[in-house]
């Protein structure tokens, strides 16, 4: 992992527990496999990973010839395991369970600011410095019976599903690997994509970037969406168009919450950054902070499970990554 990831990430407390289970030297980073001491390479059974690390290539596999396991401390892995890697057969698990909670904590906290109008109110608010009444503003006002569209029964997806439960809200899900009867044990409505963007008063994004998934949401969907409706996207830019995202919210139609776009860091001439009907933060979603110290515990759970010679609870498998993130 990077230098920073790791002053980040493991701190005294962590250290401690990964050190109780595993010979563990806290002063060895690896940034770089070639130039790491290859004899400290050749002992390692595991390798606890996590942002910034160089991929797993078949260089870097044959200076590291005793390795069973991976253990990433974020979520997804595409970065790191090459085909060589799993060519080897090593056992991989991710932080991704761990990193889906403060993702849908944010995707939710957005869906009640979005139905409450709070961004526009408080802007409003602050412009006029005089006493607003927002029903006027937006008569429809309110959480109470709103319809919320989810693409992908994610991780994340289904986060958002349970967070959503104490709330009096209608869910519908699109996610083309989700059955009828999986639908209802989540206690969701699934339907199609079109008519998820056509019903919904807000639609979050949580499918994973595949080819397939490029543009998912183009201009063609969101003309589908209700006027005043918001679209939230924590998951990749990619999976939206930016370019007609952003003539519907110049015009005013819609209204956005998005954490991630397409680039990553938009031209800083984008109208987005001035939208009033627009929140634009820098991947803020995932884990951040003390969050990290989820990451850190689910990776000492993984390895301490790995110790006593039992399955992964967070196992990673290749062809789950066509469909997954």
Do not use: E, P
């Given at each position: 992992m990077s230098p920073e990831t790791k002053a980040a990430?493991?701190?005294?407390?962590?250290?401690d527990r990964l050190g109780a289970t595993a010979l563990l030297d806290p002063d060895l980073l690896v940034t770089d496999f070639a130039?790491?001491?290859p004899a400290r390479l050749r002992e390692a059974e595991v390798l606890l990973t996590g942002w910034g690390c160089p991929p797993l290539t078949e260089q870097a596999l044959d200076l590291l010839p005793a390795l069973r396991a991976v253990?990433?401390?974020?979520?997804?892995?595409?970065?790191?395991m090459t085909e060589a890697a799993w060519g080897r057969g090593l056992t991989v698990t991710s932080a991704a369970e761990a990193n889906a909670q403060p993702v849908a904590e944010f995707t939710v906290a957005a869906i009640v600011f979005a139905n409450k109008r709070v961004l526009t109110t408080a802007r409003a608010y602050r412009e006029t410095r005089t006493q607003l009444n927002p029903l006027t503003l937006y008569p429809g006002i309110g959480n109470y019976g709103r319809t919320v569209g989810i693409i992908g029964a994610s991780r994340i997806g289904r986060r958002v599903i349970e967070l959503l439960r104490s709330y009096d809200a209608h869910v519908l899900v699109h996610d083309p690997y989700l059955d009828g009867g999986a639908a209802r044990a989540l206690g969701v409505e699934p339907v199609d994509l079109d008519e998820l963007m056509g019903r919904s008063d807000v639609v979050t994004v949580h499918a994973p970037q595949t080819a397939e998934?490029?543009?998912?949401?183009?201009?063609r969907r969101l003309a589908l969406m209700r006027d005043g409706a918001t679209l939230v996207n924590t998951a990749r830019g990619t999976l939206v168009d930016t370019e007609a995202l952003t003539a519907e919210l110049v015009s005013g139609r819609l209204h956005a919450v998005l954490d991630v776009t397409h680039p990553d860091v938009l031209p800083a001439a984008s109208p987005l950054y001035d939208l009033p009907n627009v929140l634009l933060t820098p991947h803020v979603a995932g884990s951040l902070g003390n969050e990290l110290g989820r990451l850190a515990a689910c990776a000492a759970e993984e390895l301490e499970r790995y110790a006593r010679g039992l399955p992964f609870a967070y196992a990673v498998h290749p062809a789950s990554l066509a469909y997954s993130a």
């Open positions: 990430l493991l701190d005294q407390r962590a250290l130039t790491a001491d253990v990433h401390t974020a979520g997804t892995v595409k970065g790191l998934t490029r543009h998912l949401v183009d201009a």
